[in-house]
Nanobody, 115 residues
């Protein structure tokens, strides 16, 4: 499974970005689809996920600012990020997980939020 993430960039604090992850296989085949992030010197952490029964989960630090979604027509996993903060600066990774096939990771897209 090939994953191609895009949408990162440089934005001022308070601004917005929309990340998108295109997959070579139907994302609805997977048990969970998710976005993770990894800041410099930090562990990779979960940002948000959707399960195959449409359960949505967000990390506490999201605080209502981000929205994860799937687009069936485009076969993409998206993350709308609003009211960005400098501490959101990180490389963001999309992840697909299937109980039998395992985890698949995108290459990451860098988000930099300036103060």
């Amino acid at each position: 499974v090939q994953l191609q993430a895009c949408g990162g960039g440089l934005v001022q604090a308070g601004g917005s970005l929309r990340l998108s992850c295109a997959a070579s296989r139907n994302i609805f085949d997977f048990n969970t689809v998710a976005w993770y992030r990894q800041a410099p010197g930090q562990e990779r952490e979960l940002v948000a996920l959707i399960t195959n029964v449409d359960i949505f989960r967000y990390a506490d630090f999201v605080q209502g600012r981000f929205t994860i979604s799937r687009d069936s027509a485009e076969n993409t996993l998206n993350l709308q990020m609003n009211r960005l903060k400098p501490e959101d600066t990180a490389v963001y990774y999309c992840n697909l997980h299937h109980h039998a096939w395992g985890h698949y990771w995108g290459h990451g897209t860098l988000v930099t939020v300036s103060s």
